[in-house]
């Protein structure tokens, strides 16, 4: 029953962060095209082709997007969080498993739990500062710099994603100890190959 909630959370937060994370290309590639088209409109070349032209694309007031940088800066950072549930979830994240064809099948085990620990904790520690440096933020009244909306804003929507990240992390350090006591698996089928 708890799987099945967190495994909805965590598809929710990895399809949102899928949504915010195709918003940003779109962003970025309108934000180029207006840059191009703008400096285009201001060249020489185009000027000694047809000036008409070059002041009608002038006229359109075609730009990059105001700002895009700063929205990119803080979509990104959500997107990255709000991926990290399911990846968790899922034990998708990259490993190098090298040498760990040649170690016993109880030693991988116990690197699973371990480094399943370890990427809890430094969750838990990124959440934790997360939130120290979004109160920061809220009582010093930062705004960014061209669109001057609260830098907060940037630091809760990721916080979020990382209270996500951080509950399904519990779960999974958790479950991978009650598989190796109980000896059935407390986790989707669909993970990578360390079970």
């Known amino acids: 029953m708890m799987l099945k909630h967190l495994e909805r959370l965590a598809r929710f937060m990895a399809v949102l962060g899928g949504v915010v994370l195709t918003a940003l290309v779109v962003l970025t590639c309108v934000s180029v095209l207006g840059r191009g088209l ?6 020489a070349f185009l000027a000694s082709i047809s000036e008409g032209a070059a002041g009608a694309l002038i006229a359109t007031g075609v730009a990059p997007v105001t700002g ?14 709000a991926f990290l549930p399911y990846a968790q979830l899922h034990h998708a994240h990259a490993t190098v498993d090298i040498f760990a064809t040649t170690f016993p099948h109880w030693f991988n085990r116990f690197l699973v739990i371990f480094w399943e620990w370890i990427l809890t904790a430094v969750i838990l520690l990124i959440t934790w500062r997360l939130y120290a440096g979004m109160e920061g933020k809220i009582s010093n009244g ?5 669109l001057q909306f609260p830098v907060w804003w940037a630091y ?3 916080l979020v994603a990382a209270v996500a990240a951080s509950i399904v992390g519990i779960y999974c350090a958790i ?3 009650l598989d190796v006591v109980t000896g059935r698996s ?3 089928h669909s993970e990578g190959a360390h079970h």
């Open 38 to 43: 703008n400096t285009f409109g201001h060249s």
């Open 68 to 81: 895009d940088f700063e929205l990119v800066e803080a979509g990104i950072a959500f997107a990255i969080f």
């Open 142 to 146: 930062e705004t960014t710099f061209l």
């Open 156 to 158: 809760a929507a990721s």
């Open 175 to 177: 479950a991978r100890v």
């Open 186 to 188: 407390h986790l989707p």
